[in-house]
């Protein structure tokens, strides 16, 4: 079992950047899915970006497409996920999560998630 630790949240202007990272610990982090979701208040939990563990191949929301970059570096147990040219609606609690399968658009297929960490973009 994989536990998952988010950091780098914070408070950015509009167009300005953040790097989130999640730590893992516990499991086989290399052979983990790994994925992003967000959020808002009053507002379902909405997919982000994932990451494969095989290949590497990366996956991304309209809404962010252009705009943020995930990767995972497996000797550090860590992904990232670069946002630059933020919005104010990109405002939101943002979790990291696994799975032991392929990558997956919905919140409901991950098993482990992180305890989430703000973002918050002001105009």
């Known amino acids: 079992q994989v536990q998952l630790v988010e950091s780098g949240g914070g408070l950015v202007q509009s167009g300005g950047s953040l790097r989130l990272s999640c730590a893992a610990s516990?499991?086989?982090?290399?052979?983990?899915?790994l994925g992003w979701f967000r959020q808002a208040p009053g507002k379902e939990r909405e997919f982000v970006a994932a990451?494969?563990?095989?290949?590497?191949?990366?996956y991304y929301a309209d809404s962010v497409k252009g705009r943020f970059t995930i990767s995972r570096d497996n000797a550090r147990n860590t992904v990232y996920l670069q946002m630059n040219s933020l919005k104010v609606e990109d405002t939101a609690v943002y979790y990291c999560?696994?799975?032991?399968?392929?990558?997956?658009?919905?919140?409901?297929?991950?098993?482990?998630w992180g305890q989430g960490t703000q973002v918050t973009v002001s105009s």
């Open positions: 999560a696994a799975r032991t399968d392929s990558t997956s658009f919905y919140y409901g297929n991950y098993p482990y």
């Open positions: 516990g499991g086989t982090f290399s052979r983990y899915a």
């Open positions: 990451i494969a563990w095989i290949g590497g191949r990366t």
